[in-house]
């Protein structure tokens, strides 16, 4: 079944970036919807953002116009771009299919926003 690999997660000022990227095991062509989901401590993961196949993205209030998700089905990529980062984005980030169990979670990486 292969493992999910995120990675580019650290520990950034308020107002910094950071670029995620998620690695996935196998082909996500058949994968519609992928997304990014977070959890921070002592709360329930959350779906962030998500991108079908076709290049349509949603995502959840707190992050518009802040966030970027993008995928690479050749490279078996997903990525999130983050920009003017606050202290409540501050969680473990993990990548994984939307709305279908295709894979386990993956090991996430840690984003830290200092205020």
């Known amino acids: 079944q292969g493992q999910l690999v995120e990675s580019g997660g650290g520990l950034v000022q308020a107002g910094g970036s950071l670029s995620l990227s998620c690695a996935t095991p196998?082909?996500?062509?058949?994968?519609?919807?992928m997304g990014w989901y977070r959890q921070a401590p002592g709360k329930q993961r959350e779906l962030v953002a998500s991108i079908t196949n076709r290049g349509n993205t949603e995502y959840v209030d707190s992050v518009k116009g802040r966030f970027a998700i993008s995928r690479d089905n050749s490279k078996k990529m997903v990525y999130l771009q983050m920009n003017s980062l606050k202290s409540e984005d501050t969680a473990v980030y993990y990548c994984?299919?939307?709305?279908?169990?295709?894979?386990?979670w993956g090991q996430g990486t840690q984003v830290t926003v200092s205020s």
């Open positions: 994984n299919a939307v709305g279908i169990l295709a894979w386990d």
């Open positions: 196998r082909s996500i062509f058949s994968i519609n919807t």
